[in-house]
């Protein structure tokens, strides 16, 4: 997704431990200083770049007879324009 993007990837990592005090941190002074704009990194953030989401779609074509209509590159491709599109201020 970066490379299709022309996005950066990451190239440090720090350990889980740390990124969560940073997350109270910044969650902690976005409530005391009553920010209207979300802090730049939060728990629900962590907890999406950290967890495995991958999903065997196994089950759906099974019981429900459900087959992807997109393969990935394609869905790879349709995702960066909705990034684009949708939430241009998270693309660098």
Known sequence: L?????A???TRSMPLYMAKGFAYFWEGWA??????????????GLAMLT??????????????GWRSSV?????????ARWLRECHPEIIR
């Open 2 to 6: 970066c490379a299709v993007l022309g």
């Open 8 to 10: 950066r990837t990451p």
């Open 31 to 44: 409530f005391i200083s009553q920010r209207r704009t979300p802090p730049p990194v939060t728990h629900a």
């Open 51 to 64: 967890q495995d989401v991958r999903h065997d779609p196994a089950k759906a074509e099974r019981e429900l």
């Open 71 to 79: 393969d990935l590159s394609a869905g790879i491709e349709q995702t």
